[in-house]
């Protein structure tokens, strides 16, 4: 495609019929595809000039429309943006479209990496336009825009990044893309006012593969099961919680989903494929059964693993959650929703149309299936009345005599009036969500031209209605005197030579609203550590997890042990059950450094008013796998965190850019290195997609990343591989011997290599020293020698005398430990003097 465009005659480049011809022509000859009447309609308007609000069905080739839009603005010299609500789709769709156009004509921008960011083609997250769009207006190097998954221009927290393009960017050709729009009306006349084009819809309902719908009274493995002999596999299986999902996944292990060829099938397709302890076993053993496993808290490499089988034909069912895996890429045939009613953080309530479409809609793969089926399960209470109805049979006494059941009390029921509703109905219409905050203002001013005319037309012409635009013209009058009384922003006397009535007197760092917009504070905290203080490089890296987001599952979990733990201390102490909750309610996780980060923000925040959006949120995650010397295994273990391996793994990749990222090269230290190298590693060991693409992205001569041809092509590199890492590794296992010993956890020791007991043989250093140290001079490196060559390690332990004279001693097996992605042990042994 970048050749057709740049072998282009002379003056065709805007012409409607070369372009339908072209792309035409492309599609047949290297996509292999001919075009639907819907897509043909699409590209018939936007090679004509128009804007296009693309309404059509899943799996109705939009896609291919936005490919038809990028060539067109290419031809004409224009720049064209694909935007979509997530990194990993921006991320997907970037390498898909260097496949198509060349990587020299593509770039991606987002949060976490610019890749070749002056291109022709940008694709980035529907904030990093509209912060562009708030930034520059209409003289923004915008020419087309593709706005993908646009219904969540409803989002309630990021709803305002799908308006502002639309009232900032005129000078643009918009592409409206979603399956789920309903009436549309509005945003034709809108967009025909804003940008002086004609607005055509293209909303035919007709499905490249139509669908059947079915309510269904059967109980869910009868129902599944004859899905799966009238072939009518793979299903995809929708619970509205990860918790469901696996449950159910493990409940159909006890009938036969897959035949016996067709698990050997899977198992000669698995080969080597490594799966780690925890949730990794659960997995290994559904997948051999046939069945998948998919939703966010997984592991990437788990969920593509899932993915890979359903596309090669080897799993018929997976269970998942009603996001489908947001952007998963699997033939699914049929859709059975286990229920019509989902929580969705305040209350239970049914389904909304567009919600019930939404996940219809994958039912069905164009390329794979001639139909599609959606099947959705009664409540449990109507599934039990139809069998007892079904066993009284046509006797009308027994009838008479059957005893229905009703749904518990408080459960928001659904029946097959909700479900034909659901498929009859036409998704709501859209809802503006607009917003004023700090960092929009902060954009606006920093546009060249009168701020406060360009404010004026941003809080008046949006799609609020008249009073909530009235409340955001309150707001934002009250968030500018704060940034002007604060100093941050100063008013002029009269337009400077850029037409500015106002300017910013700060430097703003590139998309300080996505990337860690705490960076600054915790550049500014760094100030406040001392650097001669034994914890230095851990304080360090309090600081910077601070800044990122929560992993709430893995925060609660350790309140829950903070909690349970104190609960236990305070019985011993004879506390009273009404004192013990009131104080239960003032323990939370871990916070260190809490005492000085929090008035030092408050501090911050006087000079700085536009973070008063964000809050500093200390807590110890990477600290506390430092402190008790935990493998990634361990802290799942310790906290039952199986289902949110992934959530966790992302918030440790996270932690780890940061503070590659952060910590200027003035305030780092060896030890705080050796903590990146050894945290990178970890999570590379673990599932090194998350690592290897930003690894990529970030490197200016990154091109599309071929998927790899088999399952064992996605091994981690040897953990061995990288020296300085593995030393910290060694280290941390050592002391984690340390640290099990020094608490008398003897059974979770391994054993010692002459068969002697653990507790026997340090009882003599208890007798003399009392206890051994677990503080930071024990971890300390002057305590562990390794030597790397022979594989032997060495951690004194730490006496209050300083005596130093104990020591474990151990062999690591390199090999073992490679094919682990871990430390593993050859041999272990205590010695004294």
């Not at 609660?556 to 909690?563: D, I």
Request: hydrophobic residues 45%; glycine residues 6%; contains cysteine.
């Amino acid at each position: 495609m970048g050749e057709l465009v740049d072998d282009r005659p002379y003056g065709v480049g805007e012409d409607p019929d070369w372009l339908f011809d072209t792309f035409g022509r492309w599609c047949a000859d290297h996509a292999g595809v001919n075009l639907y009447p819907a897509q043909e309609e699409a590209l018939l308007e936007l090679f004509s000039g128009a804007n296009v609000i693309l309404a059509t069905p899943t799996g109705s080739g939009k896609s291919l429309v936005a490919i038809g839009a990028h060539f067109a603005a290419a031809a004409g010299e224009r720049r064209s943006w694909y935007t979509a609500p997530i990194k990993a789709l921006v991320s997907e769709k970037f390498f898909a479209l260097c496949e198509v156009f060349g990587a020299d004509k593509v770039g991606m921008v987002t949060g976490d990496a610019a890749v070749n960011p002056d291109a022709p083609i940008i694709c980035a997250t529907a904030e990093i336009l509209a912060n562009l769009a708030l930034r520059a207006g209409r003289d923004a190097d915008v020419g087309v825009v593709v706005m993908d998954e646009f219904h969540y221009y409803a989002e309630p927290d990021r709803g305002w990044a799908w308006q502002v393009p639309l009232i900032e960017l005129p000078q643009a050709q918009f592409l409206l893309m979603s399956a789920t729009l309903g009436d549309v009306t509005f945003f034709e006349r809108d967009l025909t006012r804003r940008t002086g084009r004609p607005t055509a819809t293209v909303s035919h309902t007709d499905r490249p593969v139509p669908l059947t719908f079915d309510y269904s009274t059967a109980p869910i493995t009868e129902k599944l099961t004859e899905l799966v002999t009238t072939r009518q596999a793979p299903v995809y299986v929708v619970h509205f919680t990860q918790a469901a999902a696996l449950a159910q996944a493990q409940a159909l292990t006890s009938i036969n989903v897959a035949s016996r060829a067709q698990k050997d099938a899977i198992a000669t397709a698995l080969g080597g494929f490594r799966f780690s302890a925890g949730f990794g076993h659960t997995l290994s053993r559904l997948v051999r059964h046939g069945i998948g496993v998919h939703h966010a808290g997984m592991l990437p490499r788990y969920r593509r693993l899932v993915e890979k089988l359903a596309q090669d034909g080897l799993l018929q069912v997976i269970c998942g959650t009603d996001t489908l895996g947001v952007g998963i890429n699997v033939p699914i045939r049929t859709v059975l929703l286990t229920g019509l009613t989902k929580y969705d953080g305040t209350r239970t309530r049914q389904l909304r149309a567009r919600e019930f479409h939404q996940i219809a809609g994958r039912a069905g793969r164009a390329g794979f299936d001639s139909t599609g089926s959606v099947v959705v399960q009664a409540p449990e209470h109507e599934i039990e009345n139809a069998r007892l109805v079904a066993k009284a049979g046509d006797d009308p006494r027994k009838l008479r005599r059957v005893q229905r059941k009703k749904a518990p009390e408080g459960f928001v029921s659904w029946s097959e009036q909700t479900f034909d509703r659901l498929v009859s109905a036409q998704p709501e219409q859209l809802v503006s969500r607009f917003t004023v905050t700090n960092s929009m203002l902060l954009n606006v001013i920093a546009r060249p031209g009168n701020c406060f005319d360009a404010t004026r037309h941003l809080l008046t012409d949006n799609h609020e209605p008249r009073p909530a635009q009235r409340r955001h013209i309150l707001r934002a009058v009250t968030l500018y005197r704060a940034l002007r009384d604060a100093g941050v922003v100063e008013q002029l006397p009269g337009p400077d030579a850029q037409g500015r009535w106002a300017r910013l007197t700060v430097d703003l760092q590139r998309d300080f609203a996505l990337d860690q917009p705490l960076a600054p504070f915790a550049l500014a905290a760094f100030e406040l550590l001392d650097p001669a203080d034994p914890g230095y490089a851990l304080d360090l890296l309090s600081v910077v997890e601070s800044i990122l987001d929560d992993p709430r599952a893995l925060l609660l979990a350790q309140r829950h042990a903070a909690r349970g733990a104190a609960i236990a201390t305070m019985k011993a102490d004879g506390i009273e059950y009404d004192e013990r909750m009131e104080l239960l309610e003032q323990i939370s996780w871990p916070r260190p450094l809490a005492e000085l980060l929090d008035p030092a923000y408050q501090t911050y925040l006087r000079g700085h008013p536009w973070l008063s959006e964000f809050t500093p949120s200390p807590k110890s995650v990477v600290r506390e796998m430092i402190e008790r010397a935990m493998t990634f295994a361990d802290l799942i273990a310790t906290y039952q965190l199986a289902r949110s391996e992934g959530v966790v793994l992302r918030y440790l990749a996270d932690a780890y850019r940061a503070l590659r990222r952060t910590v200027p090269d003035a305030a780092r230290t060896e030890e705080l290195d050796d903590i990146t190298e050894w945290l990178g590693e970890l999570v590379r060991q673990v599932d090194s997609s998350l690592l290897d693409e930003w690894s990529r992205l970030v490197d200016p001569t990154a091109t599309a990343v071929a998927e790899p041809v088999s399952f064992a092509d996605t091994a981690p590199r040897p953990v061995t591989a990288n020296p300085r890492a593995f030393r910290v590794m060694v280290r941390n296992a050592m002391f984690r011997l340390v640290d099990l010993a020094a608490r008398g956890r003897w059974d979770e020791l391994p054993e010692l290599t002459d068969g002697a007991r653990w507790s026997e043989e340090l009882e003599p250093f208890f007798a003399e020293y009392g206890e051994i140290g677990t503080g930071p001079a024990a971890r300390g490196p002057q305590l562990f020698d390794f030597d790397a060559a022979a594989g032997h390690a060495r951690q004194v332990l730490d006496d209050p005398a300083d005596d130093h004279g104990w020591s474990i001693d151990a062999v690591i097996d390199r090999t073992a430990s490679d094919a682990a992605g871990d430390v593993v042990f050859a041999g272990l042994s205590v010695r004294a003097g």
